[in-house]
């Protein structure tokens, strides 16, 4: 099985896509959580929130596990892109 994480805070330019080769897709939900706790922009400066903010930081964490998702792929698109 071949997925696609997609990681995203929602800002143009802020996409993070990683492929895999899975087993099953609790092999693909743990590199997708996996990959949110690495994602680049997880944690949040003064481009995208009032850092004082503890509601503002809140929302921002919540919108990166809105924008995110993983999905299978065709065996074509993963090795298009690895």
Known sequence: MYIR???S???CGC???A???VRDANEAYELYE????LYGFLEP???FIDT???EEYDEYQQGIHDYSYWE???REEYEENT
């Open 5 to 7: 994480t997609h990681i």
């Open 9 to 11: 805070n929602g800002y």
């Open 15 to 17: 996409d993070e896509d």
């Open 19 to 21: 492929y895999y080769e």
């Open 34 to 37: 996996q990959d949110l706790e």
């Open 45 to 47: 400066d003064e481009r």
């Open 52 to 54: 004082d903010s503890e």
């Open 72 to 74: 299978e792929i065709t």
